[in-house]
């Protein structure tokens, strides 16, 4: 009982998070901002698949702190459509608990350690297309996974199935008018452990969630950033084999909200935003037994976020951030037994990325780095990064339209045998000269036509650039013509 009532209130946490806990993903710029949802990135299309528009014609690679820890993504788009595949990406069981260790680790069990086999990602899948004034986005995740044994015709193992669906639209142009991102997600996960084709246990996980994300104008460089967040979600373990199965359960809720100034100065990205959150939860271990449930809440009243990234150079961007809460939890357990706590919680991080044309490499650098320096000098001992990721924006290259071939040359005709000189006539008789009678004309000029289109979104995503354009789609032409 003990063991399923702790890991129920570890589930009700990581509900409870919210978007403020850990709002990080696991392209490794975000992180080293303190998981900033104000500054725009690559990142945000995993919980506003609509921004896939905004972010295709890329390749990203995220780098975790061994060879079996990381994730890819790849993006496809053309003039009103656009879709893209993830692998290894956690966040499959939820989109918008946002955090960097369950992105880059691939989905687990959400019924461990009852029933342990993980459910290995199938598919995870975007598209996004226009719609009316806006962008219209979806995303499909299918995990699975099993450990079977058959003997003789008798199954024993585990088998974990999770399913994903997701749904956001987005409408406006940030640094025009008020851009506004929203979506909503449901996810579902089923498990069952067999032995010798006897069901033993059972689960089953249901979630919503929703996430909202504005930019209102103030002026030409600050936006007013607000983010809104709610999420419910059940889960519940039922031992099979018992003759009048019990089954522990937990359910939480989440509400939070923030609010504050969003700038782009140039190159240079700053954002700042306080945070109100309340999440409550319950849990039974057993519902055939009486007076053992329990309850819990979070509140955070309330939580500050502040970041920046700055351009150092062309080449190479500097960026930090960090992140304040203050707590008050409580929990109120079986014999009247009651905890009640206060406390601050305070995180930083920093960040480089590097720049070459359209490449560029992101890294979060390990906090012991940056105040105590490299192992040699008897500093940090974990190495320069906690986290690396590449991106390549082909965006230019694969909409950019190829120059028509040019006509090729005309065949000079033969030349003709010259004849021989004729002998001079006499010069004849002095005349009066005629009027002068003469017409020139000429046509001549340039005309030229281009199209400046491409997409950019997010801080420096087109690598040399470092600045953003906000989520969504910018193409702009031009004609000229000089007769």
């Keep these: 009982m003990t063991r399923i009532f702790a890991t129920s209130l570890l589930l009700l946490g990581v509900v409870a998070s919210g978007f403020y806990a850990s709002s990080a993903e696991a392209r490794a710029r975000r992180p080293g901002m303190a998981g900033s949802l104000l500054i725009d990135d690559q990142d945000d299309l995993y919980f506003f698949p609509q921004l896939t528009r905004a972010y295709q014609n890329q390749i990203s690679l995220t780098y975790g702190g061994d060879s079996d820890t990381g994730n890819g993504l790849l993006t496809l788009g053309g003039e009103s459509m656009a879709f893209g595949v993830a692998i290894h990406r956690g966040d499959v069981q939820g989109p918008h608990l946002i955090d960097e260790t369950l992105a880059v680790n691939g989905p687990s069990s959400l019924f461990a350690p009852a029933i342990a086999v993980d459910p290995a990602t199938v598919v995870d899948l975007f598209l996004a297309m226009d719609s009316g004034a806006g962008q219209l986005g979806f995303r499909l995740a299918l995990g699975s996974g099993a450990t079977i044994m058959s003997i003789n015709g008798d199954d024993s193992g585990e088998t974990n199935l999770s399913v994903l669906g997701e749904i956001g639209y987005g409408v406006g142009e940030r640094g025009v008018d008020t851009r506004v991102d929203f979506s909503a997600a449901i996810n579902l996960a089923m498990a069952e452990q067999a032995a010798t084709n006897n069901l033993t246990a059972s689960g089953a996980d249901f979630g919503l969630s929703g996430l909202l994300r504005a930019y209102f104008p103030m002026d030409a460089t600050m936006d007013l950033g607000l ?197 001079e006539p006499a010069a004849p008789a002095p005349m009066a000269p005629p009027a002068a009678v003469g017409a020139e004309g000429q046509v001549g000029g340039d005309a030229s036509f281009g199209v400046g289109g491409g997409v950019e979104a997010g801080a420096g995503v087109e690598a040399g650039a470092g600045g953003e354009a906000g989520a969504g789609t910018e193409a702009g032409g031009t004609t000229e013509a000089t007769p």
């Design 227 to 423: 983010l809104a967040n709610a999420s419910v979600r059940y889960n519940g373990v039922t031992n099979e084999s018992a003759a009048d199965p019990p089954t522990s359960s937990v359910l939480g809720m989440n509400f939070g909200g923030g609010i504050g100034p969003a700038l782009r100065l140039g190159q240079a990205l700053v954002s700042a935003y306080g945070v109100l959150r309340v999440g409550v939860g319950s849990a039974d271990p057993d519902d055939t037994a009486n007076d053992d449930e329990s309850s819990s809440y979070t509140a955070v009243t309330p939580g500050v976020n502040m970041a920046l990234e700055v351009p150092l150079a062309d080449w190479i961007a500097f960026r930090s951030g960090a992140e304040y809460a203050f707590l008050i939890q409580g929990q109120s357990l079986p014999n009247d037994i009651e905890n009640h706590d206060r406390f601050g919680a305070f995180s930083w991080s920093a960040g480089l990325g590097v720049m070459a044309g359209d490449f560029r490499f992101d890294g979060t650098v390990q906090s012991g780095m940056i105040t105590g320096g490299p192992d040699f000098v008897g500093g940090n001992a974990n190495g320069f990064l906690a986290l690396a990721s590449v991106t390549y924006n082909f965006d230019g290259a694969r909409s950019g339209a190829a120059p028509s071939p040019e006509p090729a040359p005309e065949p000079e005709a033969a030349s003709e045998p010259v004849p021989a000189p004729e002998p």
